[in-house]
């Protein structure tokens, strides 16, 4: 390691170099705010009119800018930017952060930036900031000291992280069509050659509708059962991130909150209205929250085919004005829903074929786990220079 060189950040970065200028051309603009980005993932942008957009959209990114919240850096609100179209802006909540390429590799700065040792870093200024909340500034950014190779070395370094997350990055789109050939399926059987002479029954009549259980932070601990909350719901399936446990011993007395593999959890309060997912064999054992149902299906019903009944529901009432979405997200108007029941011979077979998509869903989730395990394990080794790769 004698050629690693010690550097300030902002000897190879500069910061908030682009924003929307006079000579803008778009009047239409995809916006990003720091909320709609967790950990490299985007979640959605905003389509927007410049004249509507608000304030705060003004940044204009590159091809392999970093865009890095500079408030709470604890809630990893970051990423980095591969082609991005003309119209995207973002917000000036992020440090816009361009890297100088003839003396390091956008991805390597990415990657040192994400790590659990400078996020943490960068949180704890960000704690002792003296604004209203904890924030950054650009030069904090900046300040931060970095150890690095010769460019050579960093391209060789943030290929190896970056095969594992292109392998990552498979397993989860695998999965999206996985689960969109189930539900491809459920509408070509049970809508498009939906039959008449089926027969149709209310909601309370096929399933429960089970409330959680307002858990108490005072019990919370670093380990033990898990609590499964709203705020572990990511694209309809369960993140065993930013989880909380109860005792074992305190997990007796709430035995009827326990989940089930494939029972369908719905938020029905707050931001998050409308947001389901479905519970897979790796999240349990765990214990349901408050702020969600929890449905599942009687006997005859195939729990499968209660989950797609389902999310055609949501879909069709979720988009409507927000006081009928709100009514619409109440257990009484749930259960009064008539849904069309089906022969049982032929919910069976879908059940089956709907069962291998889900097994398979499963396995990659397990998979991915393990791959973020052995990223996130390979990470501080590899820009510590503890683990060396051949050039």
């Known amino acids: 390691m004698h050629n690693w060189t010690s550097h300030k950040l902002g000897d190879v970065v500069s910061s908030n ?6 000579g803008y051309p778009h009047q239409k603009i995809l916006y990003l705010d720091t909320g709609s980005i967790t950990c ?3 979640d959605s942008f905003q389509k927007l009119s410049l004249e509507n957009a608000p304030s705060r959209a003004k940044r204009l990114v590159k091809n392999n800018d970093i865009i890095y919240s500079t408030v709470r850096p604890i809630q990893r609100h970051y990423g980095f930017i591969i082609n991005p179209l003309p119209n995207l802006v973002v917000s000036t ?18 990657n040192f930036l994400i790590s659990d040792e400078i996020v943490e870093t960068l949180d704890i200024i960000a704690d002792g900031s003296t604004s209203v909340y904890p924030s950054l500034k650009p030069s904090d950014i900046e300040n931060v000291e970095i150890l690095l190779p010769p460019l050579p070395e960093q391209k060789a370094i943030a290929s190896v992280l970056s095969s594992l997350d292109d392998k990552i990055d498979l397993l989860h789109r695998q999965n999206k069509t996985l689960e969109a050939m189930a539900e491809t399926l459920f509408r070509q059987w049970f809508v498009e050659e939906a039959q008449d002479d089926w027969e149709e029954k209310h909601l309370k009549e096929i399933c429960v509708i089970n409330n959680g259980y307002a858990f108490k932070s005072p019990t919370y601990q670093d380990f033990g059962q898990k609590i499964i909350r709203t705020l572990n719901f990511s694209n309809h399936w369960i993140e065993l991130d930013r989880l909380v446990f109860i005792s074992q011993e305190l997990a007796k007395s709430f035995e009827k909150y326990y989940l089930k593999r494939n029972d369908f959890l719905l938020v029905m309060v707050g931001a998050s209205l409308g947001n389901f997912a479905i519970v897979t064999k790796d999240v349990i054992p765990a214990l349901q929250n408050q702020n969600m149902w929890c449905f599942r299906a009687k006997k005859k019903i195939k729990q499968h085919y209660l989950n797609f009944v389902l999310r055609k529901l949501i879909d069709e009432n979720l988009h409507g004005a927000s006081g009928s979405a709100r009514q619409f997200f109440q257990k009484s108007v749930f259960y009064e829903i008539e849904v069309p029941i089906p022969p049982l011979t032929v919910m069976e077979e879908f059940e089956r074929v709907a069962e291998g998509y889900f097994q398979k869903i ?21 820009m510590s220079g503890e683990v060396r790769v051949k050039i």
């Open 17 to 22: 170099n682009n924003c929307i200028g006079k």
């Open 40 to 42: 490299g993932k985007i």
């Open 93 to 110: 909540g992020f440090s816009l952060i361009e890297i100088n390429k003839k003396l390091a590799d956008p991805l390597y700065i990415y």
């Open 362 to 382: 499963e396995l990659n989730k397990c998979q991915i786990r393990t791959l973020e395990k052995l990223r996130d394990m390979l990470l501080p080794k590899l």
